[in-house]
């Protein structure tokens, strides 16, 4: 029987929980299919709840590259339709998109050699094929980039271009960057790739509190908009936007960062408690999250729908601080002010509770 898969990650159903077998290729999941788990849904074959760490645990050493090679590459050319490239419509098609050789065709290389690369042999290919390869399958800024970071860990070069690795323990922000973050009137964040909510000044923290409620002090937005649902659909009102640009985060930070072993955690868990999750992770899109407006439902003061700006940071490599503003004068600008006016008074009531008598 065919296993289905789910990205690269392979993993056997053992006990209760679905446990990962011996052959892990990429940050992703393939279920064998076997005995029912104890709590998983008859319907979907979903495991019910959280897993241990130990289940959902795998070698950050055997990643299959060219897997995650092999379905960016086709789930791309999929994409595209010979309109788009400016070819000819020629005949049926079994498949959506171009087909192989008019990809090589459009890149200037022969069918064996593209085919080759799509098998996933990315290893020693120059830069000049890699951008013939980027222009013909018309990838973004952000797809692009994730090309070549799949290039070099097949080249075994992606190490040196890694943020530098950071102790066990969660990080915290020096007391200077607090200082920074906490004069900022308007929400700020810092988060890591992984989506993990490291550090807000007390707007931040305020407009975040349904993270915070549902994770207290180690909010992670992916696991809320999957793990979470309730909560997460009354945050996000867009729930389904939020949810493709979550997944699209961590797919990219996978390509910067692929043996990142937090984040191997973080999709074996996503990916065997969620199949909203799991259908997005197989689809392979990759952002940047540098600009844009997003849309939140705050239970105290309503809808807001607030601009932001995210910057990496470079006296914290692969650390992204997000600043939020409203348009002034709106319906959002008199929520922020209203929570703000809310959080001195909770800040200041701390505040007096601390002091001596």
Not at 9 to 23: A, C, F, K, N, Y
Not at 78 to 102: C, D, F, H, N
Not at 329 to 356: F, K, Y
Request: aromatic share 6%; with cysteine.
């Amino acid at each position: 029987m065919t296993t289905p898969r789910i990205g690269g990650v392979s993993l056997h159903q053992t006990g209760s929980w679905i446990e990962p077998s011996s052959r892990c290729s990429g940050l992703g999941v393939s279920i064998q299919p076997g005995e029912r788990s104890l709590g998983e849904s008859l319907s979907r074959r979903v495991p019910i709840g959280r897993p241990s760490r130990r289940c959902i645990r795998r070698s950050v050493d055997a990643v299959d590259n060219r897997a995650e090679v092999r379905e960016f590459l086709i789930s791309r050319r999929a994409k595209i339709t010979p309109q788009q490239a400016g070819l000819p419509e020629m005949g049926s098609r079994r498949v959506p998109g171009l087909r192989r050789g008019e990809v090589a065709a459009l890149a200037g290389v022969s069918i064996e050699y593209y085919s080759k690369l799509e098998r996933g042999a990315l290893a020693g290919v120059s830069a000049s094929v890699l951008d013939a390869i980027a222009r013909a399958l018309q990838l973004d800024d952000a797809e692009r980039a994730h090309l070549f970071h799949l290039a070099h860990a097949a080249d075994g070069t992606s190490a040196g271009m890694r943020p530098r690795r950071r102790p066990g323990k969660r990080w915290t922000p020096r007391p200077a960057l607090q200082w920074v973050l906490d004069k900022f009137t308007a929400p700020a964040i810092i988060r890591n790739g992984r989506m993990d909510l490291l550090a807000s000044n007390h707007l931040g923290r305020a407009m975040h509190a349904t993270l915070y409620d549902a994770a207290g002090e180690e909010p992670n937005f992916a696991r809320l908009t999957f793990l979470n649902l309730d909560a997460a659909h009354d945050f996000y009102p867009d729930w389904d936007g939020a949810a493709d640009t979550c997944v699209a985060i961590l797919r990219t930070e996978a390509g910067r960062d692929p043996h990142d072993k937090d984040l191997h955690d973080l999709v074996g868990e996503l990916s065997t408690r969620s199949d909203d999750f799991r259908r997005r992770w197989s689809a392979h899109n990759v952002r940047y999250h540098g600009a844009g407006t997003k849309h939140f439902h705050h239970h105290d003061v309503g809808d807001m729908e607030l601009a932001y700006e995210s910057v990496d940071m470079i006296s914290e490599p692969g650390l992204t601080l997000t600043l939020y503003a409203a348009e002034p004068g709106s319906a959002t600008a008199h929520a922020l002010d209203l929570l703000a006016s809310w959080t001195a008074v909770i800040d200041d009531a701390i505040e007096d509770a601390h002091q001596p008598s």
